[in-house]
């Protein structure tokens, strides 16, 4: 059964830092760009940050340049995004996805593959 399966989320106080993951079984990381998108309350889901097979290149949303990094392991199957200096507008579940691509052409909501169930990340004092 092809998963994806995101953890790390939590409670953190403004300013601080977390570290999602994102894990894959079934099935290889390898042949997959992956992307991280959010969803607040009462909002869209958006995209954050997107990495391509290699890990060579990234993308990200204006709101996290500077404060999240994507980063991934492909021995270990997971992708990670680093959130640092962490804002109450963070706040959102937060959900990995692949899609299979022979060449990076970044990330879509509606044009990927796999989807994880995601994890809460609430930024409050």
């Known amino acids: 059964q092809l998963q994806l399966v995101e953890s790390g989320g939590g409670l953190v106080q403004p300013g601080g830092s977390l570290r999602l993951s994102c894990a894959a079984s079934?099935?290889?990381?390898?042949?997959?760009?992956i992307g991280w998108f959010r969803q607040a309350p009462g909002k869209e889901r958006e995209g954050v940050s997107c990495?391509?097979?290699?890990?060579?290149?990234?993308n990200y949303a204006d709101s996290v340049k500077g404060r999240f990094t994507v980063s991934r392991d492909n021995a270990k199957n997971t992708v990670y995004l680093q959130m640092n200096s962490l804002k109450p507008e963070d706040t959102a579940i937060y959900y990995c996805?692949?899609?299979?691509?022979?060449?990076?052409?970044?990330?879509?909501?509606?044009?990927?593959?796999?989807w994880g169930k995601g994890t809460l990340v609430t930024v409050s004092s």
């Open positions: 996805a692949a899609v299979r691509a022979p060449y990076y052409s970044g990330c879509s909501y509606g044009g990927m593959d796999y």
């Open positions: 990495i391509s097979r290699s890990g060579g290149t990234t």
């Open positions: 079934g099935f290889t990381l390898d042949y997959y760009t």
